[in-house]
C-alpha cells in the first residue's frame, strides 16, 4: 500500500481477533456508558447490520487508552453520518459522537494524525450546519486548530504510511471533503491518473466511458498522496457491477471508487464466452504542483 498518512506508528495487530472474541463470548459491557458511548449510539447503530459497529465499540471501552480503536469507533460513526436518510438532528449526534471518539483517541495519543484529520472534518461539518454565529466560529476555530496540528505532524513525520492493511476489521470508507467554508475562493479540482489491466478477457477492452477520480481538496491541504488499488468486475454489457480496494489510501479510496463505477466499457470487446471481466484499476493521486 502506498501513502502518506501516518497512524502514529500504532498497527492495528490483533484488534480483529480481540472483536472476534467480544462477538463469540456475547460479553455485555456496561463501560461503554463510562467511556461515553451513551444511549445516543441507538442513532448510529441502527445500520449495524453484522455487528461490526457495536463490537469496536465495546473493544473499544475495553481499552480506553488504545487510541486506535477509539479512532476506529470514530470512522463508523463518520460513515454512518454520511447516511442520507439521516435528518438533521441524527446526523448532528452522529458527529458529535465523532469528535467524542476521537477526543479519547488524542487523550491516548495527542500525536494521532488521522484521529486529528477525522474530528477537523467533523467539527467543521458541524459548523457548516451551525446557526448560531458564535457557535459557528468557535467549532471552525477548533477545526482549524487540529489542521495546523495534524500538518506540523504530516510534516515532522515525513512519508510514514499507514498499516490499515495488517487488520481484518472491515473499516468504513474514508469522509468526504468538508462543506466548504464561507468567503473561501473557487477550488482548482486535481484528478488521480488511472491505468487498469483485465484478466478473463480475450481482447483489449475499449472504454467508452472515462470518469477520473477526483483528488479530495482535504486531501490535497493536509498532504496525503499515493496510489489507491482496486478490483472491478466488469458484465457482459460493459458495465462496472462492483468495485473494492485492494490497497488503501485513506481519505483518498472513495474519490476513485465513485469514478471507477461510472465506468463502461464497450460491449463488443467483452468476451462474450465470460460472465465477467474483472480488472485490476491503480489510482495513482499526486498532488498538484
Known sequence: MQGQVSLSGVVLRGISIGIGLLLLTGTVLTAISSAGQSS???????SDADGRFEAAVRAAALEPSNATLQHIVATFYFQRSQDPRLDATRKHVCLDNVATAEDRALAADPTFFDAL???SIALRTLAADEPDAAAKQRLTAE????RSRAVTLRNAAGTSQAEYQNSNLALP?????PPPVEGAGPIQFSYAQTSFTASGNTGALQKV???????PPVAISFGIQGTVVIEAVVDRAG?????????????LDQAA?????????????VNPTNERVTLTIRANFIPPK
Do not use: G, H, M
Open 40 to 46: 445516543s449510539n441507538e442513532t448510529c447503530l441502527s
Open 117 to 119: 484529520v477525522y474530528k
Open 143 to 146: 477545526a482549524d486548530d487540529l
Open 173 to 177: 470508507p474514508p469522509p468526504p471533503p
Open 209 to 215: 466511458k472515462d470518469v477520473r477520480p477526483v483528488f
Open 239 to 251: 458495465r462496472v457491477t462492483t468495485a473494492r480496494i485492494v490497497e488503501s489510501v485513506p481519505l
Open 257 to 269: 471508487i465513485d469514478a471507477i463505477k461510472q465506468w463502461q466499457f464497450d460491449p463488443a470487446t
